[in-house]
Every structure is written in C-alpha cells, then in structure tokens.
C-alpha cells in the first residue's frame, strides 16, 4: 500500500512530478482572464482555444500580432486537447472563436483574402488595428474593459481604482459610473486611496468610507482629504462588522 508520503512519487509518471523542466519560458496572459473572466466563462472549448491563440500570438513577436483559425487547425497540441480531427476539430475551434471574439477576449478583424484575423483584444491593439483596418466595423466585437471613450472621460477614477484595488471589470466600471452620480469626483478617488492605506481593497469598504462622509461630513465640512486615522478605523470597524455579517470572517 502506498503510503502518502509515497503517493506524489509513485501515482504519477516520473517526468510529469519533475515539474516544469528548467529554463522553461513564460507566456503572459491577461490578468481579468485569470480572474473575473476565468468565472464567466462555461466553455472548456472557449478557455482551451483563447489560451492557446494567446500562446501563437506571444509566439509573434510582433505588434499588433494576428494568427487566423487555421493556425489552430494545423496544430498538434489544439488537436490534442479538444480530442478532435478534421471536421469536428474544424467546428469546435470556429466556435471557439467566436465565442472568444464576442466575449471580448479576442479581437476578429476580415483580413485583405476574407480570412478573420485574431488579436488579443486590448486598448492598444484595438488602437492599432484602427490604424491598421480603418473600414473593420466599428460596432463589433464587444470589448473585454471599460471602452476607451469612459477611460478618456474619466481616467482619473478608473485609473486610481485599477492601480490602487485590483482589476477594473465591467461591473466595477459600472459601480464606479454609479458612484459618480452620487458622489463628487474627488470623494471617490480619495476612498479608494482610504481603502488601499487600511488594506481592505474592496468596493465594499470603499462604500462604506463614502456612506460615513456623506452621512457625518468631512472633519473640515468640505469634500477635502480625511486625514483623522480614528475616522479611518471606524470605516474599518463597519466594513468587517458588515462582511461578518454576510458570514465573511
């Protein structure tokens, strides 16, 4: 009998418990990928064919890089993880483009033959690719983030929020959005930078420092920078109590 101590050894193949071998490289992948996205998306075909396409296109070396479905297609390793040839191969990774594209993770552009190209969708290459295909249609696919035109109106709040908590999903831009038609600008901002001093980097706890300003006002009366720390650790104090209130501990 297999002892646990033994288990790791013995129940699996010596080279895959070597681990990854030395040297290996990196590929980078989108962070909203590794997170809200990675909840959203209920398709292993659509996950498998989007981090594969991101791998060709790291491949590149250029900017902006494309690859088109037929790269896919001829490819040991997408035939190997969707367990598919020819036809079926062929539809599973059309899908999964597709899917991709409307989700906003990849871009697909006509190429000059009709042929779709991929790119990774980012505000960079959606700018370049304007450049690049001025006639691609302006209303598809949708985006992954916030659209430009929001990020340019207000990129301060946006800006703030991404570098000070975490990831600006959609629904964290409409939050904001909505913070922003009850709250001035700066109340905003400086909550978040409230959130990120107490390290409790969550919209909740940034909430609850915009519902103690707007219900006991500021110490000077005037949407300026709260700098009473006692203050700070009652906002603190709120947050936890509502969190472990939701059953957070």
């Avoid at 899917?99 to 552009?109: E, M, P």
Wanted: without cysteine; charged residues 30%; negative net charge.
């Amino acid at each position: 009998m297999t002892g646990p101590g033994n288990s790791y050894r013995e129940g699996r193949p010596r080279d895959q418990a070597k681990g990854f071998p030395p040297g290996y490289k990196s590929t980078p992948v989108p962070n909203p990928l590794l997170s809200s996205l990675l909840e959203e998306i209920d398709d292993l075909d659509e996950l498998k064919v989007t981090l594969r396409a991101i791998w060709f296109l790291h491949q590149r070396r250029l900017f902006p890089a494309s690859i088109r479905a037929d790269d896919l297609l001829s490819d040991r390793t997408t035939a190997a993880m969707l367990n598919a040839s020819g036809d079926q191969l062929e539809g599973r990774v059309s899908t999964a483009l597709e899917k991709a594209a409307r989700r906003g993770t990849l871009l697909a552009v006509p190429g000059d033959d009709d042929e779709t190209l991929y790119f990774l969708n980012s505000d960079a290459v959606r700018r370049a690719v304007e450049t690049s295909f001025p006639e691609r249609d302006r209303d598809a696919p949708a985006e992954t983030y916030p659209s430009t035109a929001d990020v340019v109106s207000q990129p301060s709040v946006f800006a703030d929020y991404e570098h000070n908590i975490g990831t600006l999903t959609p629904a964290v831009a409409d939050t904001l959005r909505d913070a922003l038609d009850i709250y001035p600008e700066n109340w905003v901002r400086e909550a978040i930078t409230a959130a990120a001093r107490a390290n409790a980097r969550s919209w909740n706890y940034i909430a609850a420092v915009l519902r103690g300003w707007a219900d006991e006002g500021r110490p000077d009366g005037k949407p300026g920078k709260d700098t009473d720390p006692t203050r700070s650790d009652e906002y603190l104090r709120r947050y936890l109590a509502e969190q472990r209130a939701r059953g957070n501990r």
